[in-house]
């Protein structure tokens, strides 16, 4: 079962300057909200484009974090979801990233470098879901509720924090709706013979 440590619909005014107040941005980039949506703006470059939620709402490593992407890939490819963000730099961000560009891809940041762990065929379209998952070290990524990608990897352990990216050859013009934290909840059987 899972439990929602965090959910934004992004449903406020329209704002140029700001995602709003429970977010932080990274890579000297400008997020806003347009028609109920966020939106990246501008900047990035060079490091990660990351919008992020403070780590203050989560308090385990295990965890997923998930949003709509309301543009269909081509133009607005390399994007999707950060987890077990940290900061790196003095602008820069690394972690686990879901990103969608000419199909589904999980990278890691790290120092600064790109790495691809995987990948996986998907068909894009407007209003697809996608999640990043992890459990311990086991990572996986969902594309609309349906498993794509399941790997180990142990670079990142820390909880960190969970944020929307559009990776750094990201186009102006993307678009995020419903974004959510869940916290990943195991239970213990025993069993009597």
């Known amino acids: 079962s899972s439990n929602i440590l965090f959910s934004d619909s992004f449903t406020r005014a329209n704002s140029s300057s700001t995602i709003g107040s ?3 941005t990274r890579c000297s980039t400008t997020w806003g909200i347009d028609m109920n949506r966020a939106k990246f703006i501008s900047g990035g470059g060079g490091c990660a484009a ?4 403070s780590s203050s709402w ?13 543009s269909a890939g081509g133009a607005h490819g390399w994007y999707g979801v950060v987890g077990r963000r940290v900061n790196y730099g003095a602008n820069d961000s690394e972690g686990y990233y ?3 560009s000419g199909g589904l891809n999980l990278y890691k940041r790290q120092a600064g470098v790109w790495t691809q762990l995987a990948s996986a065929s ?3 379209a407007a209003n697809d ?10 990572i996986s990524v969902f594309y609309n509720g349906v498993n794509k990608i399941s790997i180990t990897n142990s670079t990142f352990t820390a909880a960190g924090d969970a944020g929307l990216t559009v990776a750094e050859t990201g186009s102006a013009g993307n678009l995020f709706d419903d974004f959510s934290v869940f916290g990943v909840n195991f239970q213990i059987f025993s069993f009597k013979l």
Do not use: C
Not at 50 to 53: K, N
Not at 58 to 63: E, Q
């Open 98 to 100: 879901a990103l969608i």
């Open 22 to 24: 429970d977010w932080n």
């Open 50 to 53: 990351d919008a992020y939620i």
């Open 58 to 70: 989560i308090t385990s490593a295990d965890y997923s974090v998930q949003a709509t992407l309301p």
């Open 129 to 138: 879901v996608i999640k990043l998952q992890m459990i311990g070290t086991s």
């Open 122 to 124: 998907v068909s894009e």
